[in-house]
C-alpha cells in the first residue's frame, strides 16, 4: 500500500511547469478513463435489460427517486472522501470506481428513457457536453483566473436546485424544460470551479480527487442537456 503525504502537498499553481503539466495530464486521462467506464457501464446494464427493471422499480412508489436520491448523496460523499483519502492511493481509486458506478446506476432509467423515446439524444448530449466542457475548460486555461470565489454561490445553487427536485418528486410535478435550462447554467459553473481548482486548490497528489470533481460536474452537465432536449423534443 503506497501512503501519501496530500496535506503538505504543493499547490499544482506553484509546481514547475513540467510538473504541473504532468498533473494536469494525470487529472484529464483518468477523467477520460472515468467517462468511459461509464459509457461502457451505461451499455452493460442497458444491454441486460436493467434500465427496464430501474424504471419498473421506481415506478412503484413516489417516494422511490427521493430514496434514490438520497443513497446517491450519500454514496457521492462516501466516494469523495475515498478520493481526497491521505492513507493510500488504492483508496483514492476506490473513491473514484465508487462513483462512477454510482453515477451508472443513477443515469440508468434517464438514458434508457432517452433510448426508447427520444433517439439520437444521448449522441446529440454528448456532443453539446464535450463542446461546453471544452470552452469552459479553455477558458480557465487560458486566462488561468482563480474562479473559487464562486464556490458560495453554487453551494446556495445547489441548495435551491435540490429543494426543487425533492418538491417536484414529493408533490408529483415536472420542473420542464426552463429548469434544465438553468441546471445546465448551474452545471457550467460547477465545471468552471472544478477546472479552476485543478490549477489552483488541489496538490500534486491529489488528481483522482480532482478527476472525481470533473467527472462529477460533467455528469451533472451531461444529466440535464439530455434532459433538456428530451423537454425541447417533446414541447
Known amino acids: 500500500?503506497?501512503?501519501?503525504?496530500?496535506?503538505?502537498?504543493?499547490?499544482?499553481?506553484?509546481?514547475?511547469?513540467?510538473?504541473?503539466?504532468?498533473?494536469?495530464?494525470r487529472t484529464y486521462s483518468h477523467l477520460a478513463g472515468?467517462?468511459?467506464?461509464?459509457?461502457?457501464?451505461?451499455?452493460?446494464?442497458?444491454?441486460?435489460?436493467?434500465g427496464e427493471k430501474a424504471m419498473a422499480l421506481l415506478s412503484t412508489s413516489t417516494w422511490s427517486w427521493l430514496i434514490v436520491l438520497a443513497a446517491f448523496m450519500g454514496v457521492g460523499m462516501l466516494a469523495n472522501k475515498w478520493a481526497h483519502?491521505?492513507?493510500?492511493?488504492?483508496?483514492?481509486?476506490?473513491?473514484l470506481g465508487l462513483y462512477v458506478v454510482a453515477e451508472a446506476l443513477i443515469f440508468l432509467p434517464l438514458i434508457y428513457m432517452a433510448q426508447r423515446f427520444a433517439p439520437g439524444v444521448i449522441q446529440n448530449a454528448g456532443l453539446i457536453t464535450i463542446a461546453l466542457v471544452a470552452g469552459i475548460t479553455l477558458t480557465v486555461f487560458t486566462t488561468r483566473k482563480d474562479f473559487s470565489f464562486i464556490g458560495p454561490a453554487l453551494s446556495i445553487g445547489g441548495l435551491v436546485a435540490i429543494g426543487c427536485i425533492?418538491?417536484?418528486?414529493?408533490?408529483?410535478?415536472?420542473?420542464?424544460?426552463?429548469?434544465?435550462?438553468?441546471?445546465?447554467?448551474?452545471a457550467g459553473g460547477c465545471v468552471l470551479y472544478t477546472?479552476?481548482?485543478?490549477?489552483?486548490?488541489?496538490?500534486?497528489d491529489q488528481h483522482v480527487a480532482a478527476s472525481l470533481a470533473l467527472f462529477a460536474s460533467v455528469a451533472l452537465m451531461f444529466w440535464y442537456v439530455v434532459q433538456f432536449l428530451m423537454a425541447f423534443g417533446d414541447d
Do not use: C, D
Not at 34 to 50: C, D, H, N, R, T
Open 1 to 25: 500500500m503506497s501512503y501519501l503525504n496530500v496535506s503538505s502537498g504543493t499547490v499544482v499553481s506553484e509546481l514547475p511547469g513540467e510538473a504541473r503539466a504532468g498533473f494536469i495530464r
Open 85 to 95: 483519502s491521505g492513507a493510500s492511493r488504492e483508496m483514492q481509486y476506490a473513491g
Open 195 to 204: 477546472t479552476s481548482n485543478v490549477l489552483h486548490t488541489y496538490n500534486e
Open 34 to 50: 472515468a467517462i468511459a467506464v461509464f459509457a461502457l457501464l451505461e451499455a452493460q446494464l442497458i444491454s441486460m435489460g436493467w
Open 166 to 186: 425533492v418538491a417536484g418528486i414529493a408533490f408529483g410535478f415536472q420542473l420542464g424544460m426552463f429548469f434544465s435550462g438553468v441546471m445546465i447554467l448551474f
